[in-house]
């Protein structure tokens, strides 16, 4: 199958074209097609399969194929549930359009109003909006949702998670009653099947890969650490194995913050992304990391989903997550779009249950790994005071782990993992709520 076969307009397979893009993924080519029909579509499919295109690209065709005169109305609205979700798909809008008489806009919270406000009164076509700073918008009448066409709701079960049911609402109160829905969801709850129901009328349904499981090519391990030698572990396998591009996951904030910092004096260019750093902030930390100037990203569950890095070999659960479902949200940011990828969790004693729960939800045993050639520091109770012996040895060393840390010449990655996919469904939480 080719995009030429998918009844896509010149002008779009042209921009397709410039994007390097030749064949679309399973999602697209069972995706498109129905959109262009205009039918109400309900997807489910894991993250890095290429979705967004699925979405972005019928609908830049029906809305071209009759553009109004005058003041643009907002004729398409796309909710996401994070700000970089919201500016990732508003680039794909830009980059898929661009050889069209379409206008479009980004609206997030985090950051000032007023140019937001400036740009809805000139006139849009494409709206991406979080649900937090849209229903601002609303509430002081700056953006008009009654001539929307097509409603696309982006990745509804991260929405439910974050406790954003309520906004939906609200926002679907604001729509007329005849539009085109799509739903995508990487899974289906009953609130989402709920939702659905209400929304959706006759759709299609589309769903790529089973639910709950691993993406096929990422190669899962874990090592059992102490809670004071999980920074000295972390370290020495970055510095062994020469990683040289590794999102690290925190439960917390401060421990986001603070491990950060201890990366720093271990010699590693790392920087922190979560719900309290600024817009600003995150996005020059998110930029950095992707052209390679910051070597780790620490990061709380909000980079979870949507964060769209290509390529990235490396993803460490430093504190494993309480909601089984997570960790596969979080290890789906590596093994994206066909590249292989490694996935460590560091587990301290109090945390094996949660490890049986995980594997429970995977449906088989992830490796134990032993870190041959690591010799821990004492444990100390203030981990900031000096910098563990081991990590002194990460940035010299040259010895690379492998299959149950037997030395290999692979960089410490050994490739080929389970041939499963993912999904999500977990408690309600409130941060990044887009305001």
Request: charged share 25%; hydrophobic share 35%.
């Amino acid at each position: 199958m080719s995009f030429d076969s998918l009844g896509l307009s010149p002008a779009l397979l042209r921009a397709v074209s410039e994007q390097g893009y030749t064949q679309p993924t399973p999602i697209q080519g069972r995706v498109i097609p129905v959109v262009l029909e205009g039918r109400d579509v309900m997807a489910g499919a894991q993250t890095g399969t290429g979705k967004t295109a699925g979405f972005t690209l019928p609908l830049l065709q029906r809305l071209s194929q009759n553009t109004p005169a005058g003041r643009r109305p907002v004729r398409a609205l796309i909710l996401t549930p994070t700000r970089e979700l919201a500016a990732q798909v508003g680039e794909s809008v830009k980059s898929y359009g661009k050889h069209l008489p379409l206008h479009s806009a980004v609206i997030y919270g985090g950051v000032s109003i007023n140019p937001q406000i400036a740009q809805l009164k000139r006139g849009v076509d494409i709206l991406v909006a979080t649900p937090g700073r849209l229903l601002d918008h609303a509430q002081q009448r700056t953006v008009d949702l009654r001539n929307v066409e097509i409603f696309v709701l982006d990745e509804a079960d991260r929405m439910l998670d974050m406790g954003f049911l309520p906004d939906i609402r609200r926002v679907i109160s604001l729509l007329p009653q005849r539009r085109q829905n799509l739903l995508f969801s990487a899974t289906f709850p009953d609130d989402i099947r709920n939702l659905a129901n209400k929304m959706l009328s006759s759709p299609v349904s589309v769903e790529i890969g089973e639910r709950n499981a691993a993406a096929e090519k990422i190669e899962q391990a874990a090592y059992f650490a102490d809670k004071g030698q999980k920074r000295g572990l972390l370290s020495w396998l970055i510095g062994s194995g020469d990683w040289r591009q590794v999102l690290v996951f925190t439960r917390t904030k401060h421990g986001a913050n603070r491990l950060a910092e201890q990366l720093e004096r271990d010699g590693f260019t790392a920087a922190a992304i979560h719900g309290n750093k600024s817009q600003g902030a995150r996005t020059r930390a998110l930029a950095d990391f992707k052209r390679g100037a910051v070597r780790v990203l620490v990061a709380t569950d909000i980079a979870a989903r949507g964060l769209d890095i290509d390529q990235l070999p490396h993803v460490v659960n430093y504190d494993l997550p309480e909601v089984p479902e997570h960790y596969v949200h979080r290890i789906g940011r590596t093994g994206r779009a066909g590249n292989e990828g490694l996935a460590v969790s560091l587990v301290a004693g109090d945390e094996r249950p949660l490890l049986k729960q995980i594997e429970r939800l995977l449906g088989y045993a992830v490796e134990i790994r032993r870190p041959d050639g690591y010799v821990p520091a004492p444990a100390r109770p203030d981990e900031n005071r000096s910098q563990p012996r081991a990590q002194q040895d990460a940035r010299g060393g040259h010895a690379r782990h492998g299959h149950r840390g037997q030395p290999r010449n692979d960089g410490g990655r050994r490739h080929g993992g389970h041939g499963h996919r993912h999904g999500s469904q977990g408690q309600r939480h409130q941060q990044n709520r887009g305001r």
